[in-house]
């Protein structure tokens, strides 16, 4: 009696598992990134995602296949070969191997294989062999502990944590390439929906490429150990149109706005250590450890992601770095109240 | 159930296994093996990639004096290993004194090598690329060629002391076999680093 | 001759203090002794790794939640991962392998004893070492703590600019002392198997447990010894200014890569291969049938050893080696994934036509192949390099390892342990406690491990203290959470039940599973010199033909 119930439990508690798993993979198969602000990997809208996605959906299916027909059989025999209870105590007849079965399943399985091979040869050839068009525009992407720097050669620009690139048309493409680099540990940079990570490692360049189909902001995060503050070196990557994208560059090329008289928070700024590590374009602060901070209120976020740009957040960041990213590599400024506010005050001009 | 219910006389069956010390010394030299392998593979990848100080062509020549010590060796405790089987203690003694005595000019040689290097060419392990595989390669073979004559030497105080009998000599081989692998690692080396690599 | 055991105090009457015991135990060469010491050892460090692995689901249980600071959990996953793999999974299989072995082979100790001894003491104090971290080490953030660097400890993270202090060096040194441990015991298996088979037990004769094992020590000979080589690069680049991997020199990050996935990836066949040991043994033994397809078994083994020294790379599908490098490592671990199917066909095979009893042992194997092949075709997936783009270094690759070591080596080994058990102690189990055990850590491996495939299909990379919410992994990050707990119960179960049965088991006999291998030919548990007389034998199951001398197994192999 334990021994049929026991195997009747078993076999419904492993039909649940088995349902349990199909509902979620249905679940989790609908793009839940319809919304811009997704990172599921079933929603792509760049080409390398899109051609991962279509590789992605061969691949389920196969192993889907093999999954069910090998549980079937386990099923099967765990069913109907148990032990019954009026089991007459004689050994069953003992079969040593078959060589024709043998056969069957190494010949089927190879077979499976090179086809899954070939489909997924294509694809390795397809995003890392792509021909390069004269109008992609070319981004060098740096990591650090803990943020991204990103600059535009051709463009003229340095910015920081957030990236910026145009939509590309299928009928016109202009699709972006990043040149990964690293200044020190090794980082790895992830949009889902945009394309298959690729790492950032010290001297061992890397490059990929994306040419995201609809506009809107992309989320993604490192996705190598790189120290403390791994998890919150976080990415954000604005596709914008065309004329959205030219007037975006176009500000971030010029440098500071300085008003006539420089204000006090500018001269905390450049008299404390802020200049040893950020850059201010047009001013004397030219430093290149941490973010350029030229058109900082252009950004949405600060610390790579961590908080959102407000006065309130970049205040506290530079009051105390730790109570929002405790371990990152900015130093808390020991600054007084009066200081810290005008210095916040400052850095609010700086769009 | 006992076990004496599947016994079967011996005589009805001929069964000869391996020795296991030849086994087990040989699973170690396939250990050894790999180990050597990675670093000659990092010396192999680092060919040329020093960014600034002296290269192999600059300061390497190759220690063909030294390497004959080595490789003669191999020879001289084949000979001491025969002579033990033979009973030949005397010469087995002999022999092996000057196995340990080539090995220990070896051991000079790189010394001298390393000497050189040091203070006359200013390389060391941490200078550049070369340095680091140079003497880690070099230097991890000059490890187990001390562990090598740590052992040799032993044997040769027990021989001394007359302890070191006939029955022995399937011991001797076996640490035979490890002075061998000693020796081959160093013909690897050699070309890495003295052909290959300059 | 006194038939001292393990088990049983002495027998000729006199009373030994508490020091001579330990004293026997700190000393002995025995294998079956030491056997169990390694076991024990296991048993301590996975309980330690298992609070580890519930520290950090604890903090993963909601979005920015505060349980611990990032340092803590990132030396949490460092240990929790270095321990499961070194001083657990590592330890308790040459445990089983080193009690098992000459049993089995119908020899009377592994071929150095001394050696064994050295194996475990080493592997014994590497552990302590790594944990010594915690009160030893100048980390970067004041007095004495763990390794933070993840288990695969990648360059330049380990360099002196980015692990000031000392964590780093006990990770190194930990491994490379336990290393020589592991190396010197698979010296020890290899020329076991091969020197001291009982007469007639030739090679094609023995159980597949020795062959696994066999392969598994010839993995453990090729693969551990790169890692040391790794190792002694690392500690160079540390303390002697070397720049094995210093990029500023013009060193190479990915060269640590490779030296180190050259060890990881035949390392994780090194923990499997004694799992498909464990299958290949109960689960004919419970069906009442011999396995199918020996001669495949054994050449499907070999073929699975050879072949994962050439998958490594697949580690490294994001880190830019280029297509054509990429397209030769989707080949070959795509080919591993042949020999490994074919054996999950023999096992079923094996059930096939047979009279199968749900005993607790058989259910482990039961549920083993349904989750290996589960975490097969995930791994298959994986090496279909584009889709490892997205799915590699997020809790897609963690779902799948942690199926492949929780759900398939541990429901193995517990499978091992209740089978044994009876062996090993001469006493029989709760088999009530043992289905309490296997339905308790059943529900709780699959919601843990079953759920976690979903973070990583939307875009959770691993190593992560936190998390942002709104990106629709918050759900399943608590579900993964609660099923730690249901596993805890069935460990909790599981160690009670082994106490209680030890203590106040039911005598076993020394064959209480009407099996056919030699281990069964002798007490339990075997006396010190594990049989009276060394059997001859004459087929791989010398006991089927005992048990039925008219229809002996040599008849039909």
Redesign the interface.
Known sequence: MLQMRSSMSRFLAQTIVLLFWCAVAVWASEPKGSSPDGTNIFAPASTPAKSIFGLSLFVLAVTGVIFLVVFALLLYCVVKFRKRRNDDGREPPQVYGSNQVELAWTVIPVLIVVALFMATARVIATVQKAARPDNGIEVIAIGHQFWWEYRYPALGVVTANELHVPVSDDSRPTPTFIKLLSADTDHSFWIPRLAGKTDLIPNHPNSMWIDPHETGVYLGQCAQYCGTQHAKMLLRVYVQSQDEFDRWIQEQRQPATVGNAVSQGQRIFETTACINCHTVAGTVANGRFGPDLTHLMSRDTIAAGAAKNTPENLRQWILNPAAIKPGSLMPAMQLSDPELDALTTYLETLR | ????????P?T??E?R????GR??MS??I???A??????VV?YL??VG???SGPTPRDVLSPPFFYTFCLLSSSLTIHFASRSLRRWSFRSFGAWWLVTITLGAIFLYGTASEWHRLIYRDGL???T??FG??YY?LVG?HGFHVVVGLACLGTVMVFTLFGAVKQEHAERIDVLSLYWHFVDAVWIVVFTVVYVIGR | MSTESIAWPSTTGESRSFVDHLHEWITTVDHKRLGILYIVYALVFLVIGGVEATVMRIQLIRPHNDFVSPQVFNRMFTMHGTTMIFFVAMPILFGFANYLIPLMIGARDMAFPRLNAFGFWMTAFGGLLLYFSLVGANGLYGAGNAPDVGWFAYAPLTSQTFSVGHSTDFWTLALLVSGFGSIGTAINIVATVLCLRCPGMTLAKMPLFAWLNLVMAGLVILAVSPLTAAQVMLLLDRYLGAHFFDTQAGGSAVIWMHFFWIFGHPEVYVLVLPAFAFASEIIPVFSRKAIFGYPVMVGATVAIGFISMSVWAHHMFTVGMGANVNTFFVISTMAIAVPTGIKIFNWLATMWGGKIEFKTPMLFCIAFLFQFLIAGLTGVMMSAAPFDWQLGNSYFVVAHFHYVIVGGILFTLFAAFYYWFPKMSGKMYSETLGKLHFWLFLIGFHLTFDFMHIPGLLGMPRRIYTYEPGRGWDTWNSIVTIGVFFQAAGILVFLGNLLWSYYRGKDAGSDPWDAWTLEWSTNSPPPAYNFHLIPTVKSRRPLWDLKHPDDPDWKYE
């Open positions: 159930m006992n076990t004496a219910d599947l016994t079967l011996k009805e069956l069964w296994l391996p020795s296991r086994v087990g699973a170690l396939a250990a050894e790999a180990i050597f392998t990675i670093f990092a990848f680092y990639k020093s960014l060391t392990i941490s550049n690329l680091t595989t880690s991890l």
